[in-house]
C-alpha cells in the first residue's frame, strides 16, 4: 500500500510542480504535513542533498524521500511517479506545439503560466529561508555568499563548496 501512495503522491507532484525541480518543493512540505513520512528538518535536509548532487532536484528529492519513507523500491517508485507524468506530457506537449506553436493564443497560454512558475518558486524560497536563516550568523553568511554570487560570477560549484566548508568550521 505505501508504494501505490508513494507512486500516486509523487505522481501528483509531478504532473502539478511546473517550472522545475524547485517547484516541487511546496508540494513537498505539503507532503510531510499530510503523510508524516518525513519531517519538515528531513525536507530541509532533503533540499540540501538534492541541490547539492549531480541530478534534477526534483528527481533526487523524490528518490531521497521515497527512499526516507520505504526504502530502496521506495525511492525507485517515487521518482518514477515524480517523471511519469512529465515524459505523457512532453510528449503530448511536444506534438501539439509541432502543429500550434505559433498560434497566439499558446503564446499568451505559456505566457500566463510563467508568473505561476515564479510564484511556487518565491514560495518555496520563502518556506526554506524561514528554516535555514534561523540564526544572525546563518543570515550573515546568506547575505555574504549572495553578495560574492552577485559580484563574483563564479561557478555556482563553487558557492556549494564554500557554503559546505563555512557551514561546517561555523557549526551552523
Same mark, same amino acid.
Given at each position: 500500500?505505501?508504494?501505490?501512495?508513494?507512486?500516486?503522491?509523487?505522481?501528483?507532484?509531478?504532473?502539478?510542480?511546473?517550472?522545475?525541480?524547485?517547484?516541487?518543493?511546496?508540494?513537498?512540505?505539503?507532503?510531510? /504535513?499530510?503523510? !508524516?513520512?518525513?519531517?519538515? /528538518? /528531513?525536507?530541509? +535536509?532533503?533540499?540540501?542533498?538534492? /541541490?547539492?548532487?549531480?541530478?534534477?532536484?526534483?528527481? +533526487?528529492?523524490? =528518490?531521497?524521500?521515497?527512499?526516507?519513507?520505504?526504502? *530502496?523500491?521506495?525511492?525507485?517508485?517515487? =521518482?518514477?511517479?515524480?517523471? =511519469?507524468?512529465?515524459? %505523457?506530457?512532453?510528449?503530448?506537449?511536444?506534438?501539439?506545439?509541432?502543429?500550434?506553436?505559433? !498560434?497566439? +493564443?499558446?503564446?499568451?497560454?505559456?505566457? &500566463?503560466?510563467?508568473?505561476?512558475?515564479? &510564484?511556487?518558486?518565491?514560495?518555496?524560497?520563502?518556506? *526554506?529561508?524561514?528554516?535555514? @536563516? +534561523?540564526?544572525?550568523?546563518?543570515?550573515?553568511?546568506?547575505?555574504?555568499? =549572495? @553578495?560574492?554570487?552577485?559580484?563574483?560570477?563564479?561557478?555556482? %560549484?563553487?558557492? *556549494?563548496?564554500?557554503?559546505?566548508?563555512?557551514?561546517?568550521?561555523?557549526?551552523?
Amino acid at each position: 500500500m505505501i508504494y501505490l501512495q508513494l507512486f500516486f503522491e509523487f505522481f501528483k507532484i509531478g504532473l502539478f510542480a511546473i517550472g522545475g525541480g524547485a517547484a516541487t518543493i511546496p508540494f513537498l512540505f505539503d507532503l510531510s /504535513e499530510k503523510h !508524516n513520512w518525513f519531517s519538515v /528538518e /528531513e525536507l530541509t +535536509n532533503m533540499i540540501a542533498v538534492a /541541490e547539492s548532487t549531480p541530478g534534477p532536484i526534483g528527481v +533526487n528529492m523524490a =528518490t531521497f524521500a521515497g527512499f526516507q519513507t520505504a526504502g *530502496i523500491t521506495g525511492g525507485l517508485i517515487a =521518482t518514477l511517479g515524480l517523471v =511519469t507524468p512529465s515524459v %505523457i506530457i512532453i510528449i503530448m506537449v511536444a506534438k501539439l506545439l509541432k502543429c500550434y506553436a505559433q !498560434n497566439p +493564443n499558446v503564446q499568451i497560454m505559456l505566457g &500566463a503560466i510563467r508568473p505561476a512558475v515564479l &510564484a511556487l518558486i518565491l514560495c518555496a524560497l520563502m518556506q *526554506i529561508a524561514k528554516i535555514s @536563516l +534561523n540564526t544572525g550568523l546563518s543570515i550573515g553568511v546568506f547575505f555574504i555568499l =549572495t @553578495l560574492l554570487m552577485l559580484k563574483y560570477k563564479k561557478s555556482p %560549484i563553487l558557492y *556549494i563548496i564554500l557554503s559546505a566548508v563555512i557551514g561546517i568550521v561555523l557549526k551552523i
